[in-house]
């Protein structure tokens, strides 16, 4: 049911500017924390579903870059 309401009430652009959001989203002055929730809720609206290698990627290029110390 969900995704024909997607469908037939979800425009394409409304979806592609979800993906460049994600694309492009930095931690930025979020908390850790925020910055994930907001990946999160990215990925679910634009129904991306991605293995946890891959989240893990996306989540670190986005991280400032004091939180990148090894």
Known sequence: MKRVM??????????????????????????VDDYYKEMELLLVRSGIREDAELKMARFLSGLNEEFMVL
């Open 6 to 31: 997607r469908r037939c009430f979800v425009t394409s652009s409304y979806q592609c500017d979800l993906r460049n959001r994600l694309q492009t989203l930095k931690q930025g002055s979020k908390s």
